[in-house]
């Protein structure tokens, strides 16, 4: 079983991003045996200021002429002051998932998890209750499991680092499980590593074991990018299914990114930045620290450089559209430059507006 890390790092806005990766991967699994395949995974996420959603899939044609299928969906929520970087709130998971085989072989499994989460600017933590059931078509039933979840989130010089610590109990036995993944992005590189561990009684018949692997996407569009993906998983307890060890190689198709509309009722002044390399600047009286948080750093904060001058500068390079931001004035305080449009946020605030002709 491996546990989704969600971290809210901000509100997010309404909007939606799909993507299709058409690709060829090598598994070998625990068993031993090796199989090579052909697959056609799409993968739909859409946000609203309550709710995160994201649905996916995996179709693949193996060498022997047999075929299998992998879905999950993921629905999450976080509440109260949590929501927009400043304290506790509550939080909740579920997710489903399952497999089948062109030989009639199913699985299916469901989780559900409560967190008490706190979320800073470029820091965050939660403590938790997990519980969830497994089932596979070779007739052993449902099985449940539940156990504790503790998680730390922070972002670094634009690293963003997630570990989780999510011990379960399943067929009478408690299995201790640590993960961890790190990730970065450059501007048309993604990057992101993973790892984890599992322990296991002797006597529950399952042997303890590690994992890791890791993934690189270099963008050649907007639209257009390569995947590379190699590495290890974990065993899946509640559905019977084995560990493996996989490399693969995908093109992927992305839609655009999701813009804001503007109200032609706005009559502030709009702050307009110029289409590819540019820059925003602002004057913050008294501030030690300055983040930036936008639709287009997916909310996440980034911080900002102190001119000579004291004023705050970052750079930009984004294409045309309407895009909403908020500057974090030491961790703490979120506002809208002085002076320039602003439109609700749908949390009873206020955000900027930035537009690209």
């Not at 546990?3 to 806005?13: N, P, Q, S």
């Not at 993968?43 to 992998?70: F, R, V």
């Amino acid at each position: 079983m491996l546990v989704t890390a969600f971290c809210f790092h901000a509100a997010v806005a309404r909007g939606q991003d799909w993507q299709v990766d058409l690709g060829g991967t090598s598994v070998r699994y625990d068993s031993a045996t090796t199989l090579k395949s052909g697959s056609l995974s799409p993968q739909i996420e859409w946000s609203t200021p309550w709710l995160l959603g994201g649905l996916n899939g995996s179709l693949a044609a193996q060498e022997s002429a047999s075929w299998s299928g992998q879905w999950r969906g993921d629905f999450s929520t976080i509440l109260g002051p949590a929501r927009r970087l400043r304290g506790w709130g509550p939080a909740g998971l579920i997710s489903a998932e399952g497999s089948f085989h062109s030989t009639g072989y199913r699985t299916t499994s469901t989780r559900t998890e409560a967190r008490a989460q706190l979320n800073r600017a470029r820091v965050g933590l939660w403590l938790g209750l997990a519980g969830g059931t497994g089932w596979n078509s070779s007739g052993g039933g449902i099985v449940g499991y539940w156990g504790p979840t503790a998680g730390f989130w922070t972002r670094r010089r634009q690293w963003t680092m997630t570990a989780t610590v999510a011990p379960f109990h399943l067929d009478g036995f408690w299995f201790p499980e640590l993960s961890g993944q790190a990730s970065r992005a450059f501007r048309r590189l993604e990057l992101t590593g993973y790892a984890g561990w599992r322990g296991a009684p002797s006597a529950s018949g399952v042997s303890s074991g590690a994992w890791a692997g890791a993934a690189a996407t270099a963008w050649l569009t907007g639209r257009v990018a390569l995947v590379v993906a190699g590495g290890s998983y974990a065993a899946d307890l509640p559905q019977g299914l084995p560990g493996g060890r996989y490399l693969s190689l995908a093109l992927r198709l992305a839609g655009g990114r999701h813009r804001s509309q503007i109200s032609g009722a706005v009559r502030q002044t709009i702050i307009i930045a110029e289409r590819g390399q540019g820059g925003l600047r602002f004057v913050v009286p008294a501030a030690q620290r300055v983040d930036l948080i936008a639709d287009w750093t997916a909310w996440q904060a980034v911080p900002m450089i102190r001119a000579a001058d004291g004023a705050w500068t970052i750079s930009l390079n984004l294409g045309s559209g309407v895009y909403r931001f908020n500057l974090i004035v030491d961790g703490e305080r979120w506002i809208v430059p002085a002076g320039y449009a602003s439109v609700d946020d749908g949390f009873g605030g206020k955000t900027a507006l930035l537009v690209v002709p």
